[in-house]
């Protein structure tokens, strides 16, 4: 969770392009960091009650999918953050930063991939 947070901050500007993020956008990062700490509590929950109570895949996919759908609203934000970054990088002709956070959107194009990798082999590999 802090790490999806330190991307989404980094890549909305703070410290890079802006000085501070507003507040409304604050309280919008803040929300998603709580509500995706009670997902994945109540995912790795299940996931552990999965083999001892023999819940069915598809109780068990009811309790990854909402997770796995904040993530991905959370990696879609980074990556709109992240053009916008980039615009206004290129803008200022920041170039050294600008290329920096080019490789930084690569790196999260394949990190999204190997996302989707794991997710899709954990859903196969669910017991039921």
Do not use: H
Not at 44 to 63: C, D, H, N, P, W
Not at 79 to 88: E, H, N, Q, R
């Amino acid at each position: 969770v802090v790490t999806f947070i330190l991307v989404l901050v980094t890549s909305l500007g703070k410290g890079v392009t802006k000085p501070n993020l507003e507040g409304s956008t604050l309280m919008k990062i803040w929300a998603l960091g709580i509500l995706y700490v009670v997902l994945d509590f109540t995912r790795m929950y299940v996931s552990e009650l999965r083999q001892r109570y023999s819940l069915s895949v598809k109780f068990v996919a009811t309790t990854t999918l909402p997770t796995a759908t904040l993530s991905a609203i959370i990696m879609t934000w980074v990556f709109i953050a992240v053009s916008g970054l980039l615009k206004d990088l290129r803008e200022q002709g920041q170039d050294v930063k600008l290329r920096l956070y080019q490789r930084f959107a690569c790196i999260m194009v394949f990190g999204l991939l190997v996302a989707i990798a794991a997710l899709l082999l954990q859903l196969y590999d669910q017991p039921g």
